[in-house]
């Protein structure tokens, strides 16, 4: 079954505790993108990534990294988390082929940072 | 900057249409979706427009003039599980960034 995974699905951390959240994609997909969601403001990309070793900045990517080291992996680094990093994050990916194809959104990951 | 609007909430009645509307001011244009969003769970893809027109696929179209930055969500036949949040997102450069509305939430009522 094609899909995007994201782990852990719920995280409650401490401020300043280093927390990585996985990304996932069993679809060959070249583009995959991370955002976030928060009440009244919509999704927000953070970061994206067109190609293994090829990432780049969203809209809102102070206070996180990524990296792209293969194709199917896009994790989501929060070095030094901050109460105003709680949030819903989406992981997302597409094949790129297309600029019509869709993004494959995972599960979502509910962080709380106190 | 982009800017792209879409209304904050929205009711309507089981059995009847919907029609969710969509305006954007972005530095460029390469599409726009619609997505479907339920309570805490992932975006879903509903729809693509790239030309002018209406796109149509079962109970639901989607219709965009890119002259008027304008785009438009039709649900026909509402049904109870229609209740959700509507994502309006643009394409707005070369690569494959979306940006987003701050969605739209329907309430369909009995």
């Known amino acids: 079954e094609a899909q995007v995974t994201q782990n852990p699905r719920y995280l409650i951390t401490v401020t300043g505790k280093k927390l990585t959240v996985t990304c996932s994609q069993n679809?060959?997909?070249?583009?995959m993108s991370w955002y976030r969601q928060d009440p009244g403001l919509g999704l927000r990309q953070i970061y994206y990534?067109?190609?293994?070793?090829?990432?780049d900045k969203g809209d809102v990517p102070e206070g996180y990294k990524v990296s792209r080291k293969e194709k199917r992996n896009f994790p989501l680094i929060l070095e030094s988390p901050s109460p105003n990093q709680t949030s819903l994050y989406f992981c997302?990916?597409?094949?790129?082929?297309?600029?019509?194809?869709?993004?494959?959104f995972g599960p979502g990951t509910r962080l709380l940072v106190l | 900057g982009q800017n792209i609007d879409q209304p904050t909430e929205m009711t309507a009645t089981e059995g009847a249409i919907v029609q969710i509307n969509c305006t954007y001011q972005?530095?460029?244009?390469?599409?726009l979706f619609w997505y479907q969003q339920h309570a805490g769970e992932a975006p879903t893809f509903l729809s693509y427009?790239?030309?002018?027109g209406l796109e149509e696929k079962g109970r639901f179209s989607s219709f965009l003039s890119r002259s008027k930055g304008y785009s438009y969500l039709l649900l026909k036949e509402l049904q109870m599980k229609d209740s959700a949040s509507y994502l309006c997102?643009?394409?707005?450069?070369?690569?494959?960034?979306?940006?987003f509305g701050k969605g739209t939430s329907l309430l369909v009522t009995p």
């Open positions: 997302a990916s597409s094949s790129g082929d297309e600029l019509w194809e869709t993004q494959y």
């Open positions: 990534s067109m190609n293994v070793e090829v990432t």
């Open positions: 997102a643009v394409n707005s450069n070369s690569g494959y960034a979306l940006n």
């Open positions: 427009n790239v030309l002018d």
């Open positions: 679809m060959n997909h070249e583009y």
């Open positions: 972005t530095s460029g244009f390469n599409g």
